[in-house]
């Protein structure tokens, strides 16, 4: 069957004609009737009203003229008012010279005054003493006494040497094996270089800076040193009248005295402080060394143990180590100031803070360093 050609064909969807094709028939057939076109009707659509949207005109954008920086606001004039206005000066009349107030007296510290007691013989006596750590000196040939009934207390920044001589009274820096001493350090006249440390230690004992009791009950903390120094293990009975009394000059003995079986590490960190002077003072010991024993307390544990200081040191010694000068104020009878290694001053308290010698000293007590 051949194509229909564009022009044999109508495209009008509304006209539609069928056309023969010539070249379809035989030459014998007859030519077939004209196929009449069917007009359809014309079916009037009607119009849809068209809204004419509303533009709003565009708005032409005008030139931003250029701008100069921002200038720094002036400050506006202050303008007085009748309300703010500067009071006149009033006329006060005397009836007599006015007199300048008196600056107040220094004031002596309650916790050591009423205690202050006059100095009882020499416990210790430092003489030329030089300590170094591998042949770097720490501390420098000192020279002082300590003496019964009296706080002394070593101050300084730190790094000065204050715990390498501290520890050096009772030999302590012989455990460090490139530590070396020079000069004596006598006990009741006798070097404690030619005592058993064992001995020397019960005697001179010593508080660390953090509370270290035993893993064991309060009452075996405070007989542990009575047990190791009798020749044979004495009974609890035995031992409890002499614990109860550590416990009593501690300070512990009222908190705890209904349960000395309880474990030591259950108590606070001020108890535990306590706890291990009481353990330190049951051999009944003719020093006490503290280094800087109420750095970890809170400041109400802080006042019992100084206040337990002033009490100690009625029957013993005590030396401090202290980076609280407020502290060396309140509890020490005399102050040993050192400065990397070297005793720059030594003397009583009030000497030391209110009228010191030394130009470091002076510069290190108001605080200029530290």
């Not at 730190?158 to 520890?167: F, I, Q």
């Not at 544990?301 to 202290?322: C, H, M, N, Q, Y």
């Amino acid at each position: 069957m051949c194509p229909i050609r564009p022009e044999e064909m109508s495209l009008d969807p509304w006209n539609v004609t069928a056309v023969a094709q010539k070249d379809d028939r035989r030459p014998d057939e007859p030519e077939a009737p004209t196929t009449q076109t069917l007009q359809a009707p014309t079916i009037p659509i009607p119009q849809t009203p068209v809204v004419q949207s509303l533009q709003t005109p565009p708005v032409q954008s005008l030139p931003t003229p250029a701008v100069d920086p921002p200038e720094a606001p002036q400050p506006l004039p202050v303008v007085a008012t009748a309300s703010e206005e500067v009071p006149p000066v009033r006329t006060i009349v005397l009836d007599r010279p006015p007199a300048p107030v008196a600056p107040p007296l220094r004031e002596r510290n309650p916790l050591r005054e009423p205690m202050r007691s006059t100095a009882g013989p020499e416990r210790l006596r430092l003489d030329g003493v030089g300590i170094t750590y591998a042949g770097k000196p720490a501390v420098k040939s000192v020279s002082l006494s300590i003496h019964q009934g009296e706080v002394l207390a070593l101050i300084g920044p730190s790094g000065c040497g204050k715990t390498t001589l501290l520890r050096t009274l009772n030999r302590l820096t012989e455990l460090t094996p490139s530590a070396a001493r020079a000069g004596e350090v006598l006990l009741d006249g006798e070097d404690i270089h030619e005592l058993p440390d064992t001995t020397l230690r019960s005697r001179v004992a010593m508080v660390f800076q953090q509370p270290n009791p035993f893993p064991m009950s309060i009452f075996d903390n405070v007989a542990f040193a009575l047990r190791e120094q009798s020749r044979k293990r004495p009974r609890r009975r035995e031992l409890e009248p002499l614990v109860v009394d550590a416990l009593r000059r501690a300070g512990l003995y009222d908190e705890v005295h209904d349960d000395l079986d309880r474990p030591a590490l259950r108590l606070s960190g001020g108890q535990q402080q306590r706890l291990c002077i009481a353990r330190a003072i049951a051999p009944r010991p003719e020093v006490l060394l503290m280094d800087e024993p109420c750095s970890a307390l809170d400041p109400i544990s802080t006042g019992v143990i100084e206040k337990l200081i002033g009490e100690l040191r009625r029957d013993l010694a005590v030396v401090i180590v202290t980076h609280n000068l407020a502290q060396a104020q309140r509890v020490a009878d005399k102050v040993a100031f050192l400065y990397l290694g070297d005793l720059v001053e030594y003397g009583t308290a009030a000497q030391v803070f209110d009228e010191p010698r030394a130009q470091r000293t002076r510069d290190y007590v108001r605080g200029a360093f530290g």
